[in-house]
């Protein structure tokens, strides 16, 4: 056991976000599956009901996926209903409405999500709870949805920011410097000290906080403003995930290493206001998608998991391979994950390759860390393209000592790699992340005069 002096879980402070009335619902990050990265608007209930049975068939909801979530497309497009003001189910999509398909999924043992957006239409183009939040809500409510994804497209004018806040990409700091002094997207820049809780964006999505919050039925909230209109500064206290980023892919797009690495950059500088009930969302997961190598996919699967982002899979389960449901189960990371007595995320605590800081959308941060209950967990990552050597070194890493000796486990493997004293060293392939789990110290049972021999110790 990790010698860590930790408060009984009921003795925590309320929570410095959005508190679902439940006082459970998005306290740690959401896990399960969510329907546009696999299919964008190609979907029915079927699909659905698909994704369902296989989180169940495949132990994915023995593991703790348990959301399935209606994305973008699922209402009729031309209009709401004349008489309720109501957004209207798709018949042939959804034959039995949503609600239909919300019991279904509950005679699972499983919930359900449904989606829209902050403006007047979605980003397809269907109707969007702009002005129609109270009713938006309450059908939801009806529907028993158990989870809002809530978009930003199709803002009108009249909503627009009196200023702008840089729109991060591949190349521009969500902060500043920008590149040459300037923004791609910055068309009037807000002033110093700006606050961005006071702004019409972050007044669109309270609106849909309080219209949620009015109904009989707890709905987790989560905010996908694209990292953009200061959302790290308020999306904490409005909803109980918010988007730290722009989309990991997109219709026309197939998953991609590049984005991937890209939107890792972003979101190691945006984890501060990760705790309890609020989580900076990196986006959905692209395992199984496009050809990423199996590499790249433990990399992408263990930061998102580090980082306490929500866990939504992406891809069609009925297709997916053993190896990559292996990933998503992989029982150390979703431990950290969804820790019940620490709720902070794991960080950077030395940048590698660059110098600390350095903000590269093509190579982050390699070395990460974050306190768990179970010990501590260490990343170390090869953003290269040929094998290398990673090393952690305890005087590096927080919360080690540096003349000591700790017990270490794979976390990929499950092994038991032993007792390692001041370091621990291992070639990383390209592209993948060694991660290991230091559970406590170990005690010395004989010393030979050499630095190696202290690795001969026992927990």
Known sequence: MWPLIVPLLST????????????????????????????????????????????????????GYNYVNIDDCWSIKSHRDNNTDRMIPDPERFPEGIAGTAKKIHDMGLKIGIYSSAGTHTCAGYPASLN???????TFAEWEIDYLKYDNCNVPGDWADECNFCIPDSTTPPHGPYPNGTCPTLQNECPAGYDWSKSKSAERYRRMRDALEATDRTILYSLCQWGTAGVQKWGNETSMSWRATGDITWPGLVAKWSRIIELLNLCSFNLDTTDFWGHSDADMLEVGNGDLTPAETRSHFALWAAMKSPLLIGTDLKKISSGNVEILKNKYLLAFNQDPVIGKPATPYKWGTNPDHTFNATWPAEYWSGESNDGILVLMSNWGESAAKRSAVWSEVPRLEKDASYKLTDVWTGNDLGCHFGDYSVEVGPHDTAAFLISGKCTRRGMLGQRTAWRDWTA
């Open 12 to 63: 925590f402070p309320a929570a410095t976000g959005l508190v679902a009335k439940d006082g459970e619902t998005g306290r740690l990050p959401a896990l399960g599956w969510n329907s546009w990265n696999a299919f964008f608007c190609d979907i029915n209930e079927k699909k659905f009901l698909d994704a369902a049975e296989q989180l169940v068939n495949l132990g994915l909801k023995e593991a």
């Open 132 to 138: 129609y939040e109270k009713v938006d809500a309450d």
